[in-house]
């Protein structure tokens, strides 16, 4: 086919319903690989196509689909040719030693009974089936609410097939509890912060997984399910980044923030307001970082990009927003961490096209929690590199203008929402920065200079 005639059936093919063919018999679906030509545009069309696209190879230009029969043969229509992967049999599911959310439940509760000092086991929230849904804060103090601290967040699974994601999370959570005492940085981590691990948040899904449904993605609220990934109430919909049939692999629910699982994450971060988050998933070897509409960049840029850049490096992930690396987003966490509490967010989508959602577990559970290991430390680490941590007494409203200032001039680089008790975490590269906030209705402005190490200021 003609490059022309293939870019029109494309356009043509984009306005069909083509989920309606696509999720009504799950248990025909298969692994499709196709070739792109070009990436940014053909991924594009794939995601208003409604198809379900477990991962990409960016440097080979490969896309793994989900598919099946009747998408299979709408796609080899436009010209597509479609490797499709015997050795991936989706039947299969998952090796067993991949947890199960009963399974996840015992490890926290072992890991809290073993390190009661350290760790304090919370129920977040419910799962439309009435599962729980649990966070394990470690912290020196862990019982005792410390303000002071940074607060950070690592959770997996908000996609249930994506078995290495708990993994990752149950990764951190061993080896600060284990290390602590006895590995001086992992003491430091602990006593310095509060850190959160929420495992596995699509419980339900996950559960799905086990019952046969091995390729299941979404929660399973209402029969069909919804994208969890999909739901949050910043710019829910707004981009053609989530699909609107119930059927669909990302549809985005009846509302924003209807789902549970949802709810629980949202509480969570309005409550302990993390500096950082990164929410594990798979596959894809990418750190995306917000935000996830076409074109659109976080308003902290400097600081979420080039943090992200270094946790690509460090990881040896490639880098990007998930317009730049996949296809638009919308509805996702980081978008609505970043933007509501100006959590710094990424999503780190582990392993590669080879190894899909569920790899061998012997062969690659350790290779890739090790692997992922520097990302979370550098976080961790970052968390006491430069920037302002702080509290402003009897502030008027919960809003903080940071200004950065070179030279002569000033320009305004964030507005953060502080806690309603005035506390506040600034990442910021070095340099000289004006704070702007109102006490008793007056406007009140305070100059700081910031080197490679954060400090603490009360206002
Ligand atoms: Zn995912």
């Known amino acids: 086919m003609k490059l022309k005639q293939y870019a029109m059936a494309m356009s043509m093919l984009s ?111 419910k799962s439309s089936e009435g599962r729980n849904i649990y966070a394990l ?42 290390g602590y005492g006895q590995n001086k940085t992992y003491t430091q981590y602990v006593n310095n912060n509060e850190i959160y691990v929420v495992p596995m948040l699509n419980v339900d899904g996950n559960a799905k997984v086990w019952t046969g449904s091995s390729m299941w993605r979404k929660n399973t609220n209402y029969g069909h399910g919804v994208d ?11 981009c053609r980044g989530s699909s609107g049939f119930k059927w669909s692999d990302t549809y985005r629910g009846p509302k924003a923030g209807s789902e549970p699982e949802t709810k629980a994450l949202m509480n969570l971060v309005k409550r302990i307001r993390p500096v950082f988050d990164i929410s594990y998933h798979a596959y894809s070897e990418l750190v995306i970082y917000p935000m996830g509409c076409n074109g659109e960049r976080a308003s902290n840029r400097e600081i979420v990009e080039s943090i992200g850049h270094k946790l690509g490096e460090l990881v040896d992930y490639a880098p990007g927003t998930a317009w730049e690396l996949l296809y638009s987003v919308d509805g996702s966490d980081i978008d609505w961490m970043a933007e509501e509490y100006q959590v710094i967010p990424y999503v780190l989508e582990v392993n590669s096209r080879a ?64 806690n309603n008790e005035g506390r506040f975490h600034l990442v910021l590269k070095p340099g000289l920065y004006n704070l702007k906030y109102q006490v008793s209705g007056k406007n009140m402005e305070k100059k ?3 080197f490679d190490k954060r400090i603490n200021i009360s206002l």
């Open 15 to 125: 306005l069909l319903p083509f989920s309606t063919l696509a999720h009504n018999m799950p248990e025909k679906s298969f692994l499709g690989t196709i070739q792109l030509k070009n990436y940014r545009k053909e991924m594009q069309k794939l995601r208003h196509m409604d198809l379900d696209v477990a991962g990409v190879d960016l440097k080979e230009k490969k896309v793994d689909l989900i598919l099946t029969p009747e998408q299979r043969d709408s796609l080899r229509k436009l010209g597509y040719e479609i490797q499709i992967n015997q050795t991936k049999n989706l039947k299969r599911g998952p090796d067993e030693e991949y947890k199960s959310p009963s399974e996840i439940e015992t490890i926290l509760k072992n890991w809290n009974s073993k390190y009661p000092e350290i760790t304090k086991l919370e129920v977040i929230g």
């Open 448 to 450: 700081v200079e910031v």
């Open 137 to 178: 804060k470690i912290s020196d103090n862990a019982k005792l609410n410390e303000p002071s601290e940074p607060s950070i967040l690592f959770n997996s699974m908000h996609h249930a097939r994506e078995v290495m994601s708990p993994e990752v999370s149950l990764d951190i959570i061993e080896q600060l509890v284990t």
């Open 355 to 418: 190894e899909g959602f569920q790899p061998n577990y012997q062969e690659w559970r350790e290779k890739t929690v090790v692997r992922n290991r520097p990302a979370w430390q550098h976080l961790l680490t970052r968390l006491d590199g430069s920037g302002v941590r702080g509290q402003i007494n009897g502030l008027s409203q919960e809003t903080l203008t940071v200004e950065k200032i070179v030279g002569e001039k000033s320009s305004t680089i964030q507005r953060y929402k502080t």
């Open 228 to 238: 969890i990934n999909r739901n949050y109430p910043y710019k829910w919909g707004k």
